[in-house]
């Protein structure tokens, strides 16, 4: 197993989030049908789509390219009863090929990065049916002006980090309309994600006591935890809300 595998296997997420979150975010989607279709992107092993299975009784398609989380997303599924609800799908975010205007409702969490925000929003909206949203959480630049070290750091690990303001401005130039969001709470980070991965990290040191690189990537991974630590406030998840304008 790949150290990057070991750090990442059985963490409750992937990337920052909570139940309340997920639902504060769907409270912002209006007018859905009863059991609408929702496709979950990049869902790893699926805190988020259990949410919104539970929550609209809907129909999930849930796509990832790490098997090992679409396993887990199986396992929470069947444990949580929503089971016949989700189908998932092995396949890249780039190669998707489902039919035009097919889902209510398309749903990422931490994960249209890969694709990056711009590029994804356009190439996402042909399967969404007209009057159907969009819901993205997105790591955002909260002050205009970061402090260096915070700057310096994520312009190496995510050069296409936005501001809210330009991300809006992104929303609109790509057809979007009834924008809206917030920032998700500093806990959202630490309790299902920083310090579960803090505890990862920690047995890893020990076991990977002699491995250079190894204890490399270890104290990236800690970095990144001690730099948010610091300049929470210069940086954040944000959850963007959508709607592909009706017919
Ligand atoms: C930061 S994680 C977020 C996972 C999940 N949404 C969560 O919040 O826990 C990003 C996810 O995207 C998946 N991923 C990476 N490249 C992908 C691609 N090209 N297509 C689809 N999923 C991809 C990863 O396997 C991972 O599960």
Redesign the pocket.
Known sequence: MSIFSELTEGLP???P?SASATLRALGLVRGLPTRPRILD?????G??TVELARATGGWIVA????QR?LDELTERAAAAGILPQVTTVNT???EMDFADASFDLIW????IY?QGFAAGLAAWRQFLKPGGWLAVSELTWLVPDPPSEAAEYWARNYPGMGSIERNCQIVAEAGYVSMDGFVLPVQDWWNNYYQPSERRVEELREKYADDRDALATLEETSREHDLFRAYHDAYGYVFYVMRNPPA
């Open positions: 997420r992937q990337a989030g992107v990049g869902c790893g092993p805190a988020q796509v990832d390219i790490r989380f890249s975010m780039f990422s969490e931490g994960a890969i």
